[in-house]
C-alpha cells in the first residue's frame, strides 16, 4: 500500500498569498501582489498621497457648512442631541438630515476636541477611502490600468475635492454607497448570502446618512445581482428577498425609534411638516427633492435649485459643467462600447456585470439630478463620480484593446472619438472662464494640443503598427481629459473663500446660486452677502452671528454691551424668519450675561441664525422655524410653556428677510415681552409676563 508522504516544510498550501509571513504581507502593502505590474501599488500609493493632499490641504482653517458645524458641537455637550442630530444642545429641533454624519464627525470632535481638522479628518478619510476602494473594485476586474484610471479620475473630479473639504454629508454617503457596491460585486461572484446582506445594510447606513439620495443606486444593485449571480434564479430571488429585509432594517431603525417617542419627549423634526421622520423622508428628502412638490409631499424647499434650471443637459449648464461633466462623453462612449464588447459573455460574466453596475450608478445619477425639480445642489453629483470614474478606467481599456486588436472597421474609430468628444468638452469648459486665471487658461491650451496629439497618435500608431506610438498617445489622453478638472481641483482644494453651504470648484460662472468658491448662497434660496460657515477654533466654537434689523416695542430694558464697541461682523441671516434681525457679537455677550438660568441663550426665527449665535456662543439657541423658517417648531403655547419655566428669557422677533417671524407668537411677544432698547427686536420675557 502506497502512502502520500505530507508537503515538506517550505512548501506553500493552496492559496499560497496566506501563508505569507507577516513580514511579506507588509512588504505587498507598499509593492502589491506578486502578479501586478511592479508601478502598479506605486502609483496607487502616488494617487492616495495626491486625493489626501487636495482633500486636507490647509485643513486646520477648513470652513465647513455652520449648520452642520452647530449640531456636532451641540452633539458633543449632549448625548440626546447627539442621538436625535438636533442643531442645539438642548435639542429643541433637528437638522433636516438623519444624523449618521454627525455622529461620525461628532465622534471625531469628542475624541480630539471640538475644531476645524477635527470635524474635516473623518472626511478627509472617507474620502481617500473612496479612492482606494473604487481602485480595488475596479482592478479586481479590469485589471491595473483601469483601477489606476478610476482612482485618478476619482481624485480629480473637482465638486468631489469641493465637497470633502467641507462638513456636509455627502463624503461619507459615496463611501457607504461603495462599501455596498463592493459587497453586492462579492456576492455576484461567490453566491453567497451574507455579502448581500452586508451591501443591504451599507446602504441602510447611507440612507441614515441622506435618506432617499441612498437609494439612487438601488434599481441598478438588484438587477445586475438578479441577472448576473452565480446560482439558480429561485435562489437569487430569495436572497434578494432576504437583503430587502436587511435594508429595510437597517433603513428604518432610527427612524422607528424617534417616531415612536412621543413628540414631547424629542426634539422637533426639521425639515417636516408634521414633526414625523416618516414625513421627512418622502417629502422634504424624498419626492420634493425630484418633483419640487408642495407640502402635501414635504418640500419646503419648493424649486429651489443652485444649479440651474432642470434639463436633461443641466450638467453641462455654466454652473455644473465644471464640477463634474468633463468625461461624461468618454464615459457614455466608453460604456456603451464595453457592452457591445462583453455582449456575447456568459451570464455570470464577471466584467460584464461591473460594467453594468458602474454604467448604471452613471446613468441614474446623471437622470436623477438633470431632471430633478426641486432643491439641487452643484455638490449632489459627488455620488455620480464614482460611476463615470470606474466607467471611464474600464470602459477605457476594453476600448483600447479593441482599438489595438480588433477590426479596423468596427473598432479603429471609437477610442479616437470618446477622447476628441470629451476634449472638444474640456475646451468649451475652460474658455467659459477664460480671463478667472492664468491655470485655467494652460489648462485649456493643455487640453487641446495633448487631446489632439492624442488622436493622431493613435490613428498614426495603429494604422503603422508603431506600439508605443500608441502607448505615449494614450498618455497624451489621459492629459487632455484631465487637465481641466485639475485645474478645478487645485483651486477648490487652495481656495480661501469656500462656501460652506454650496462648495463648488473653481471660479465663479455666474448664476449667483452656484458659482465658484466665492460664490454666495444659503441652503433654502435665499442669499447673503457673506459666507455662513465661519471657522470653529480649537474645542471652543466661533462663528460670526447673522445681519439685519428687527422691529420694537414700548416697553423697553436698557441693553449695553458690556464693554467695547459692537461687533459689526455678521453673517448668514439673510432669508427665513429671522433674516433680518441683527445678532452681533454684543449681543450675545450681553444674552449670555443675563442668561439667568435659561436652557436657551435665544430663540431666534431659523437655522442659519441660530447656527452662527451656537458656534459663537456656545450655548444652545432655540430654531423656531426650521431652516425655511416655514416648520411649525414653536407654537405659542409652547414659547409660553418655555417662558414660564424659566428655560427660555429671550426672543427675537423679525418682520423683514424673507418671511417674518409667526404672527400669533411675534403679536404676543410684542404685546407682553420687554423690548431690549439696544437691541433692535429683542425681547425679554419671564414667567410673570405669562397669563
Known sequence: MTTLAPPPASAAPEGGQRSATPSARLGRLFTGAPEDPRWARPALWAILVLATALYAWNMNSLTGNSFYNAAVYSGTKSWKAFFFGALDAGSFITVDKPPFALWVMGLSARIFGYGSWQLALPMVAVGTGSVALLYRMVKRDFGAVAGTIAALVLTLTPITVAITRDTNPDPILVFLMLLGAAALMKAVRNGRLM????????????????????????????????????????????NLAVATVALVVSSAWWMVIVDLIPASSRPYIGGSTDNTVWDLVIGYNGFGRIFGASSSVGSQGNGASFGGSAGIYRLFNEIMGGQISWLIPFALIALVGGLVLRGRAPRTDAKRAALLLWGGWFVLHYLTFALA??????????????????????GGVLLYRAFKEGSA????????????????????????????????????????????????????????????????????AVVALLAGPTAYSVSAATSSSANGTNPTAGPSTGGGMGGGPGGS??????TS????????????????????????????????????????????????????????????????????????????????????????????????????????????????????????????VSSNGGQSTNSEISTWVKKHGTAVSSYSGLYRLDASDVS
Open 521 to 526: 448662497s444659503s441652503k433654502s434660496g435665499s
Open 409 to 476: 472597421a468596427k473598432w479603429a474609430w471609437v477610442l479616437p472619438l470618446a477622447i476628441a468628444a470629451s476634449t472638444v468638452l474640456a475646451v468649451v469648459l475652460l474658455q467659459r472662464v477664460s480671463g478667472s486665471g492664468t491655470v485655467y487658461t494652460v489648462a485649456e491650451v493643455v487640453a487641446g494640443v495633448a487631446g489632439t496629439a492624442a488622436v493622431l497618435g493613435l490613428l498614426a500608431g495603429r494604422f503603422l503598427g508603431r506600439q508605443r506610438l500608441m502607448g505615449f498617445a494614450v498618455l497624451a
Open 373 to 394: 425639480e426641486g432643491t439641487f445642489h452643484p455638490y449632489y453629483v459627488t455620488a455620480m463620480a464614482p460611476g463615470i470614474a470606474a466607467v471611464a478606467g474600464a
Open 195 to 238: 455579502p448581500l446582506v452586508w451591501s443591504a445594510v451599507a446602504i441602510g447606513f447611507a440612507f441614515n446618512t441622506k435618506m432617499m439620495q441612498a437609494y439612487v443606486v438601488l434599481p441598478v444593485f438588484f438587477l445586475v445581482y438578479l441577472w448576473a449571480a452565480q446560482l439558480s434564479l429561485g435562489r437569487r430571488i430569495r
Open 529 to 652: 452677502g457673506q459666507s455662513m460657515g465661519q471657522p470653529p477654533s480649537g474645542t471652543k466654537p466661533s462663528g460670526n452671528a447673522p445681519s439685519g434689523s428687527g422691529s420694537s416695542s414700548t416697553k423697553t430694558e436698557s441693553g449695553a454691551a458690556p464693554s467695547g464697541s459692537e461687533s459689526s461682523k455678521s453673517s448668514g441671516g439673510g432669508g427665513g424668519m429671522g433674516g433680518g434681525t441683527q445678532v452681533s457679537s454684543a449681543m450675545i455677550s450681553y444674552l449670555k450675561k443675563n442668561q439667568d438660568g435659561a436652557t436657551w441663550l435665544v430663540a431666534v426665527a431659523t437655522d442659519q441664525t441660530a447656527s452662527e449665535i451656537i458656534l459663537e456662543s456656545g450655548q444652545p439657541v432655540i430654531s423656531m422655524g426650521g431652516w425655511s423658517g416655514s416648520d411649525n417648531a414653536m407654537t405659542l403655547a409652547k414659547l409660553k410653556s418655555l417662558v414660564k419655566s424659566g428655560t427660555l428669557h429671550y426672543i427675537v
